[in-house]
């Protein structure tokens, strides 16, 4: 079965660093996301990625976010000055139409 | 905003009894995901359901969606202790590709 896979699976950043977390998402997939889920809450929506551009993000997804395909196989979530509020899993996501394939996630601590 | 309640928050059964969780909102969605999530897992997509009375079986799961696309639910017969596990109901409201939005979950807990 296709899968979507997330590096690193945990990562540990000091705060006012940037991180970047890498995906690479199901090869015949169109659309790829990023969500992330803080601990103890509800998985949010941050950020739908679609013919090599933005095509949704929400208000979580401030200027500090930025997305990323470089090479046509990954799909990259960078994060240019953590914030420990920014401590969450984060989840990879790609699909064909309705429903989705997530991947294992990155669980970012800031410290 | 579009917000999707889930209920109960917790249910705790016995190995083969049957149950019932709930996934409920104000607005109308283009389609109703449910997922089940483990521990440190990304979520784990159920079913897929677009089409107001919609009902789709998984095995000893039943899905069905309202008839105005505002709730669904997921009914299991005979749970077993493999069932354990968060299941989360997630709704878009536009065409393929856009935002889900996810409800928190029904933790369910099958005792043997």
């Known amino acids: 079965e296709p899968e979507v896979t997330q590096t690193p699976s945990h990562q540990v950043t000091q705060m006012g660093q940037e991180v970047i977390l890498r995906c690479v998402p199901i090869s015949n997939h169109l659309y790829f996301y990023w969500y992330r889920q803080i601990l103890g809450q509800k998985v949010e929506f941050l950020v739908s990625?679609?013919?090599?551009?933005?095509?949704?993000k929400s208000e979580i997804f401030d200027d500090q976010f930025s997305v990323e395909r470089p090479d046509g196989s990954n799909f990259t979530l960078k994060i240019r000055s953590t914030k420990l509020e920014d401590s969450a899993m984060y989840f990879c996501a790609s699909s064909v139409g309705y429903g989705y394939t997530f991947g294992s996630g990155t669980r970012l601590t800031v410290v | 905003t579009q917000l999707l309640e889930q209920s109960p928050q917790f249910l705790s059964i016995q190995e083969g009894e049957n149950l019932t969780v709930y996934c409920n909102s104000s607005?109308?969605?283009?389609?109703l995901q449910w997922y089940r999530q483990e521990p440190g897992e990304g979520p784990v997509l159920l079913v897929t359901?677009?089409?107001?009375?919609e009902v789709k079986k998984l095995k000893r799961l039943t899905f069905q969606f309202g008839d105005a696309r505002k709730d669904s639910s997921l009914h299991i017969t005979a749970a077993q202790p493999g069932d354990t596990g968060l299941y989360l109901c997630?709704?878009?409201?536009?065409?393929?590709?856009?935002?889900?939005?996810f409800g928190e979950g029904t933790q369910l807990t099958v005792n043997p």
């Open positions: 607005s109308v969605f283009s389609s």
């Open positions: 997630a709704g878009d409201i536009g065409t393929s590709g856009s935002r889900l939005t």
């Open positions: 990625f679609y013919n090599n551009e933005i095509s949704e």
């Open positions: 359901v677009v089409t107001g009375g």
